[in-house]
């Protein structure tokens, strides 16, 4: 004879059931739009299963009818009867979670987040070889920005459409710096009418010519930030990579100008939630979504290592240099990065400078600091001398008539000295002149027109102050056609006088060692070797390298 079931029997398992199914709903949307990555060493994750264990007894409590009036001990029993399993998982997380983030505190482990980034000493002129004129970025990332926007407002086609994104990413393409940026949809709308095609172009500002231009593509960028459904790049990696724990997307092209995602991999390497570092990087190609892991990242990339963690390494480097107590007490010799930093190109990778300073933060720095931002490797340098905002002030103190504002300096090899680089913008953020100061001796400040006009009278400067002899003035080659010619004779001596069009300095060309010179004209196209200046800087004597009439 079949027995029968009471009521009382069945509810458990339906109760369980929806419980589960209301957990899982709330656990689907969660993750779709928050996206924690599913890993023991992400905090994130932590709270992501502690929400659904949460959800889960809400639910059974409302369903069993204990929730609205029952007291404490009766929820707690519910709890232990009907919800051991999730109550269980829970309090094991919750565990591991208070262990990991004890085991990751500096007061027990201050040796390894000082070995988080340990800086090679370097010798800045033996790795900072000076740079040509056409090799200078001239922009910082505002006027970056301002004329990305200015060149998209001029195509009517795209600007009613689309945005320039905020995110211009300064990397080396085909032996140039530049700074690229995607377009992003200008809104929801914008985003249905256009998706199918993708993102058109993106935009690509040459930061040596001041030029902006919008590179259009054959086909749309399909996966983006902007995008709000399953290809918003984020959500992409985290469907095809829900281990990885990732930092910021970075925006980059290729030297084919192929769109790209960079995705560097976040890795703790010191107990569960300490000593944030990167391991690799997902590239995703923008247009077509292909992606693949690279523990060793392809040479093209320039930003794997974002500038704000490399300080951050460096910061915890400094800190813990001598220990944890010596971090609270003593300091002594405890250093750390000043507030901000600049990019340059350097044997076709792209290195982060930032300056080195006392942790008392005075005005002056010990050094500072060089970091490929693809592979890490960072070099000290010994340079003491001004900060970088000591420079900016002294800068825009020779033009103070003028009421110009300095951009964060730019670290650059001048005659074998270290120098500070900054552009000097109007109140219309336009760049209107050039100023070059001395690391080491910041009352030691040029301006010009030009960065040619600038060095030269900057290194005239240098001289004057006796802080480089003329032996170590660079052998710096110029071509360009003549646009005027003057001569005299000094000493027995003819001399030839040329200024080459677009510059305002005279080259001194001996006749005696340059035959040619005696019959240069106007309009010749020549190659000068400039050896040497006279002390206001306007005047060079060089040698003939090649003439082309």
Known sequence: MESKRTGKDRKPVPRALISLLITLVVGLVYFYVSLPAI??????????AGLLCAVYFFCSLLLAGVGVNGTPQEVFSFIKKQCKIPAVILALLLVIFLVGTVISMPIFRAAAYRDLLVPADGDFTADVQEISFGEIPMLDEDSAKRLGDRQMGNLPDMVSQFEVSDDYTQINYQGR?????????ASLIKWLTNRGEGLPAYILVDMVSQEASVVRLAEGIKYSPSEPLNRNINRFLRFRYPTYMFE????EIDEEGNPWWVCPRVVMTIGLFGGKDIQGAVLVNAVTGESQYHENVPNWVDRVYLASLIMEQYDLHGVYINGFFNSVFGQKDVTVTTRGWNYIALNDDVYMYTGVTSVNSDQ?????????QRTKETKYYA????????????????VQDLRYTSTFPLLLNVSGHPTYFMALKDAGQLVKQYAMVSTVQYQAVATGTSVQ???TAYIAELMRRGLIEEAQLPVNEVSGAVQE???AVIDGTTWVYVRLSGEKNYYALSAADNQEAAILNVGDFVTIQALERDTDGRIASGTLASVVP
Do not use: D, I, W
Not at 39 to 48: D, G, P, R, T
Not at 383 to 398: D, I, Y
């Open 485 to 487: 010619l003057h001569s």
């Open 383 to 398: 340079v003491a001398g001004a900060t970088e905002s000591s420079a900016q002030v002294s800068a825009e103190g020779a």
């Open 248 to 251: 910021t997307p970075t925006f």
């Open 453 to 455: 006009e600038c060095e």
């Open 364 to 372: 002056s720095n010990l050094g500072f600091l060089l970091s490929n």
């Open 39 to 48: 890993n023991f060493h992400a905090v994130e994750f932590y709270f992501f």
């Open 177 to 185: 710096p530049v700074r690229v940026a995607p377009l992003e949809y």
